[in-house]
């Protein structure tokens, strides 16, 4: 499997010719589902989902689908009829030949006075990718690569490293990253690498890693 991390939280995996991109929102790049094969969303924030991004996917690839909650489906599934898949926690189903579980419900806690919105995490393959979305979600099984939301204005560093702990991943790469600064990178680098417990890796966007 190869993994290409796109800007912010946007991930796309290739396996046997096939793409699955993960959260191509506005923070991502303009290109960033394009020639995908499924798409998959975790929450309606802005900077997960694009529904002109997305647009451009299903446009670009009539075979193309995509898998989300119901509260981005509904903005999109009119256009596309039959090509949006609505899922939520417990629900396990195959994008683009990658064996996907959904995990979670809800968003993290932004400020106890903003209300709460749906938020689902994917499993891949088993495993091999865990994204969480906005959210850290432990998925109750083991994790090869998860995708760590490093930088979020619901987290602190602390939450980051235990959950790092929780999840007990082989490596976490970072996501979700657009709001650190290249000064601030050190310090996560360095805090989240020793005493989180899993290999810490950063991609620059556009960047590759064979999994």
Same mark, same amino acid.
């Given at each position: 499997m190869k993994l290409t991390k796109k800007s912010h939280a946007c991930v796309r995996l290739e396996k046997d010719g096939r793409t699955l991109v993960i959260d191509p929102g506005g923070f991502s790049e303009e290109d960033a589902a394009l020639g995908a094969d499924a798409v998959l969303v975790t929450h309606e924030h802005a900077d997960h989902f694009d529904e002109g991004r997305l647009r451009a996917a299903l446009e670009g690839n009539p075979a193309a689908e995509i898998w989300t909650l119901a509260a981005v489906a509904e903005k999109i599934s009119a256009a596309f009829p039959?090509? &949006?898949?609505?899922?939520?926690?417990? *629900?396990?189903?195959? =994008?683009?030949?990658?064996?996907?579980?959904?995990?979670?419900?809800?968003?993290?806690?932004i400020h106890p006075d903003i209300p709460r919105i749906t938020n689902v995490g994917y499993l891949v393959d088993g495993g091999r990718v865990f994204h969480p979305g906005d959210a850290l979600t432990?998925?109750?099984?083991?994790?090869?690569?998860?995708?760590?939301?490093?930088?979020?204005?619901?987290?602190?560093?602390?939450e980051v490293i235990d959950y790092?702990?929780? &999840?007990?991943?082989?490596?976490?790469? *970072?996501?979700?990253? =657009?709001?650190?600064?290249d000064l601030a990178r050190p310090i996560y680098d360095r805090q989240i690498g020793a005493l989180g417990g899993?290999?810490?890796?950063r991609l620059a966007p556009g960047t590759s890693a064979d999994l």
């Amino acid at each position: 499997m190869k993994l290409t991390k796109k800007s912010h939280a946007c991930v796309r995996l290739e396996k046997d010719g096939r793409t699955l991109v993960i959260d191509p929102g506005g923070f991502s790049e303009e290109d960033a589902a394009l020639g995908a094969d499924a798409v998959l969303v975790t929450h309606e924030h802005a900077d997960h989902f694009d529904e002109g991004r997305l647009r451009a996917a299903l446009e670009g690839n009539p075979a193309a689908e995509i898998w989300t909650l119901a509260a981005v489906a509904e903005k999109i599934s009119a256009a596309f009829p039959g090509r &949006v898949h609505t899922v939520g926690h417990g *629900d396990t189903f195959t =994008a683009a030949g990658f064996d996907v579980q959904v995990h979670g419900e809800l968003h993290a806690v932004i400020h106890p006075d903003i209300p709460r919105i749906t938020n689902v995490g994917y499993l891949v393959d088993g495993g091999r990718v865990f994204h969480p979305g906005d959210a850290l979600t432990v998925p109750g099984h083991p994790v090869e690569t998860l995708m760590l939301p490093v930088m979020a204005p619901w987290s602190k560093i602390s939450e980051v490293i235990d959950y790092v702990r929780e &999840v007990g991943p082989q490596r976490a790469y *970072d996501i979700h990253d =657009a709001l650190l600064t290249d000064l601030a990178r050190p310090i996560y680098d360095r805090q989240i690498g020793a005493l989180g417990g899993a290999e810490h890796l950063r991609l620059a966007p556009g960047t590759s890693a064979d999994l």
